[in-house]
């Protein structure tokens, strides 16, 4: 586990809008690094898999009511819980490719719009995980996503929320982040995001520093 400079993965984490392409860019990605001899493994955030995971699907699906500020928690407490895995895959030289990370868990929440649920009380329980080396986002309105199929059958989707949380998601923007028009062909979005996420795994592997959250 470090976060010095040494050979290691990178962590490059798609983020986005509800039905955006993220899966599907994920997937595409990871099979590309392989290609090139990359050691890449795609990873989604939450991890429904877990028993905290359950909890958070229960909630997604509307089979269970959560205080706000508990779902808050349950979903960062999901990334803590594979904390010490992804540090292990990364000094281990795998790439991560994740669907979902901490920026959504801030990004959602923070636009409930609760007054004690502010951005930097969202982002403070996020400390101790490692910052994305890139972040690609995948933009695209939230009327065009919902145009796209299974919309509208979890808590989330609907589109004056999803609104909020494109907002909500500008004002964590910085310069880790490349915004892609999600809005092309599979193809021409899979170039876009080649193009920007290839460097950054072979300046990982040459020993660029990990970061932390929020640094
Ligand atoms: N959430 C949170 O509140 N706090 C947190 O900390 C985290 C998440 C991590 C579930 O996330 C919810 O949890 C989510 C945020 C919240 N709520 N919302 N909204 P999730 O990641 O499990 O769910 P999702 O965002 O709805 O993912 P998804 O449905 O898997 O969508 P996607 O990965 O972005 O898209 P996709 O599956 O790749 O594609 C969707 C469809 O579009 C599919 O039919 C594709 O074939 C099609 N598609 C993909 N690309 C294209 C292009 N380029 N053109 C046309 N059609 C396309």
Redesign the pocket.
């Known amino acids: 586990v470090s976060y010095g400079q040494s050979s290691r993965g990178a962590l490059i984490v798609f983020e986005?809008?509800?039905?955006?392409?993220?899966?599907?860019?994920c997937r595409k990605l990871v099979e590309r690094l392989r290609s090139q001899g990359v050691d890449a493994v795609m990873w989604?955030?939450?991890d429904r898999s877990t028993s905290i995971g359950q909890a958070i699907n229960a909630y997604?699906v509307e089979q269970s009511h959560m205080d706000d500020a508990v779902a808050h928690l349950l979903?960062a407490a999901n990334r803590m819980e594979k904390r010490e895995e992804m540090l292990r895959l990364l000094s281990g030289r795998t790439t991560l490719v994740v669907?979902?990370?901490?920026y959504?868990?801030v990004a959602?929440?923070a636009a409930k719009g609760v007054p004690h649920l502010s951005m930097d009380y969202c982002r403070a329980v996020e400390v101790g995980l490692p910052a994305a080396d890139l972040v690609i986002f995948?933009d695209m309105t939230a009327e065009a996503t919902a145009a796209?199929?299974?919309y509208g059958q979890?808590r989330?989707?609907k589109v004056d929320f999803?609104q909020k949380v494109m907002k909500a998601f500008e004002a964590l923007r910085d310069e880790r982040w490349a915004v892609i028009d999600?809005s092309?062909?599979?193809d021409d979005?899979h170039q876009k995001v080649a193009a920007v996420a290839e460097p950054v795994v072979q300046r990982a592997l040459a020993g660029s520093a990990l970061g932390r959250l929020w640094d």
């Open positions: 986005g809008g509800d039905r955006c392409g993220k899966t599907t860019q989604r955030f939450p997604l979903f669907d979902r990370y901490s959504s868990g959602y929440t995948m796209r199929g299974g979890e989330y989707e999803q999600a092309g062909t599979i979005i």
